[in-house]
């Protein structure tokens, strides 16, 4: 009773809950909302306390002394720590809400990973609602990728998005405002920057931290061969030496680094092409099929997965912002009783 | 490529940053690159009239923004120009507005009224609802009959009791039908008024009738009465012989176990019906009792006696022959369209 009157409050959220980053979009005012999925705990004594969400957190990550630990709340696309992410929730709910006189209650959007289980699902939907939301609906992602990148997902023809988060990666065929095929892989922005640390550990031996990694991916990381070399400096620790040390690393060593996380990628969509019915299939081979998710932001994916399917491949416009997008589009729909996108539980 | 030109210099008036329009560019940086058309449409995996829409700023190929959007940057990134730019200046052709499309709910086709199916729905609730009421209604007016029915039992049963209660005479006695049956189910009873009834019959029975209604009058005692009326056509001795038993000649006649019909005072107001077909025949008398109902078998006979004046409702009235006080009444009159009788008889 006093949650529907402080939701008189507050404005309705979409909010895409991903491994890397947190996109929250409020509806009528676009994307208010995007930091890194990182929480920093404070622990005094047995009292336990926020120290740092969001972008301050993630400078913390790797960088804290023994009284904070940084935490990624979420893992392969779902909640890993439960009470840690209720906690981010409830930041970002205020922080989007300026009004600081009433605790908000906005009716909240939630998008998950389609091959989440229900337990999964369950917890996301807790911890939204313990994070002080008023009603808590659930999407799956690809459906909300494919929503913001503009996709004609109401109509009878197949459309195909490939989101690369940073835990996984979504692939979904969609078709009258359903999910006909959809795939899920464990592989993503994390994995790429595991993979490239690894590599370096193995070639220069040398330790790199995460950030680094990301920095690395970020800048010269490409997924196809024949484009444009580039260079990087990087300081790591050296583990025969113990002391830091200085090399440069290029795009063709970043390159054969990301091959195996990329080829389960590329494994996956074409799994899904397989799996898809005829009629979709042709469809999709006319039209071709949409990148989103911050994994579609390194460079030559798109000409990799074309290469390899024979399909023309596009990129959506603002990738990492497409899920929170098309779940605010979605949001708009939620009033419609007949409205088939949310998913049950 | 000359005749690319045209469509494309048309459109340096609109409005651009760069009074150039994406497909102008894309081409000349292609050519510029020296990569054929085929070389690009094999690249993007692209149909090469898809790419000449392109370069011509021509969409009918393409008819979903999202998709034209991604093919002219994924052109723009291919070459290797900035794509913001290229996008810029298809926004400025064709705007953003197709960017901005609306999530709608799958169509769904819809029966053409819906008032229409509701006002069917409600019509054919109240059909059924007045179907199941008329049958109620007329289950209850049934129901009703059989209430004063179930009280007086089958209608031979209540024959019977109209005889036990009733008092005395005694029609029972000649029905040929139960007293063919006697001999059967009473060995004790003397075979002679069997015998006697057996060939009386017909004829005979109604005559046994006349000849209660005599005795009646002059003894006024049901056993004699009943005794005579067995033995219309026998002569004084059987009489006497059968009187000894009179009472239970008449008891298994009708009924087996009823041995008390006790022999009531005489009344002269008897009905006595002679049924050649079935017929469903009801009798009340003067105090609104019922003395008489049910639905008699061909070849029966029933008698009835109350207080007058009676109301009478005699079905197949053609088929059944009536006396009252002796007195053969002519039903005919009184029959309706249906061969129902209905009327007041006595005073």
């Known amino acids: ?345 | 490529m000359s005749e690319m030109n045209e469509p494309s210099t048309k459109q340096h008036d609109a409005p651009s940053p760069s009074s150039e329009t994406a497909g102008d560019m894309l081409r000349s940086e292609r050519e510029r690159q020296g990569l054929s058309l085929e070389d690009v449409a094999l690249q993007l995996n692209l149909r090469p009239i898809v790419v000449t829409g392109l370069e011509e700023d021509r969409f009918d190929q393409v008819p979903i923004a999202a998709y034209r959007r991604g093919y002219v940057r994924a052109y723009a990134r291919l070459l290797g120009i900035d794509e913001t730019r290229i996008v810029g200046a298809y926004d400025a052709k064709h705007g953003r507005g197709d960017m901005e499309r609306k999530l709608a709910p799958v169509h769904t086709t819809r029966p053409p009224s819906r008032v229409g199916a509701w006002i069917f729905r409600l019509f054919t609730l109240l059909v059924i609802v007045g179907l199941i009421s008329l049958t109620l209604l007329w289950w209850q007016s049934r129901e009703g009959n059989d209430i004063f029915g179930g009280g007086s039992d089958d209608s031979p049963i209540a024959v019977d009791r109209l005889n036990a209660n009733g008092a005395d005479t005694s029609a029972e006695a000649p029905d040929t039908g139960n007293s063919a049956m006697t001999p059967n189910t009473d060995s004790q009873l003397p075979p002679l008024p069997t015998q006697q009834n057996t060939p009386s019959a017909g004829a005979g029975a109604s005559t046994g009738g006349a000849g209660s209604m005599d005795s009646d009058a002059g003894n006024g005692t049901g056993v004699s009465a009943s005794a005579e009326t067995t033995t219309p056509s026998g002569d004084e001795h059987q009489a006497q012989q059968l009187g000894s038993t009179a009472n239970d000649v008449v008891a298994s006649s009708t009924t087996p176990s009823d041995d008390e019909a006790t022999p009531a005072a005489t009344s002269t107001n008897t009905l006595s019906l002679t049924f050649n077909e079935e017929s469903w025949t009801e009798i009340y008398d003067a105090n609104d009792d019922r003395i008489f109902s049910g639905l008699q078998s061909a070849g029966s006979q029933a008698s009835a006696e109350g207080d007058p004046p009676f109301r009478l409702t005699i079905g197949n009235a053609s088929g059944v022959r009536l006396r009252y006080r002796g007195e053969s009444v002519d039903l005919s009159q009184y029959t309706g369209g249906n061969n129902v009788a209905r009327f007041t008889l006595g005073d």
């Open chain 1, 1 to 345: 009773m006093f949650k529907r009157l402080r939701g008189l409050f507050s404005s309705d959220l979409s909010i895409d809950l991903g491994t890397a980053n947190t996109l929250i979009y409020v509806r009528g005012r676009g994307i208010v909302l995007d930091e890194p999925s990182v929480v920093a705990i404070r622990q005094s004594g047995n009292m336990r306390s926020v120290a740092a969400v969001g972008l301050d957190a993630k400078r913390m990550l790797g960088r804290t002394p023994g009284n904070i630990t940084a935490i990624r709340p979420m893992k392969d696309g779902v909640i890993a720590d439960f009470t840690v992410t209720e906690q981010m929730l409830q930041h970002f709910i205020r922080k989007v809400h300026q009004s600081t006189f009433l605790t908000p209650s906005p009716r909240v959007l939630v998008c998950v990973p389609c091959m989440s289980t229900q337990v999964e699902r369950r917890a996301i939907k807790e911890s939204a609602e313990g994070a002080g939301a008023r009603d808590v609906y659930l999407i799956e992602e690809p459906m909300a990728a494919a929503i913001g990148a503009g996709l004609p997902v109401e109509e009878a023809q197949g459309s195909m998005v490939v989101d690369i988060g940073g835990g996984t990666t979504e692939i979904a065929i969609i078709s009258l405002n359903g999910v006909v095929y959809s795939e899920s892989v464990r592989v993503g922005g994390d994995r790429f920057d595991e993979a490239i640390t690894s590599y370096v550990r193995r070639h220069y031996g040398s330790l790199i931290g995460e950030a680094t990694a990301e920095r690395i991916k970020e800048e010269v990381g490409c997924a196809y061969p024949g484009g444009e070399l580039r260079e990087i400096d990087v300081r790591g620790r050296n583990l025969a030496e113990g002391i830091p040390r200085s090399f440069t690393l290029n795009s063709h060593e970043i390159l054969d680094a990301l091959q195996e996380p990329l080829a389960s990628i590329v494994a996956a969509v074409k799994s899904a092409l397989e799996q898809s019915p005829p009629e979709l299939a042709s469809d999709i081979a006319e039209r071709g099929l949409v990148l989103t998710g911050g994994g579609a932001l390194l460079r030559d994916i798109d000409k990799l997965i074309a290469e390899e399917t024979g399909l023309p491949v596009i990129i959506a416009e603002d990738p990492l912002s497409c899920v929170a997008r098309g779940g605010g589009k979605a949001l708009e729909m939620i009033d419609q009783h007949t409205f088939e996108l949310l998913s049950s539980d």
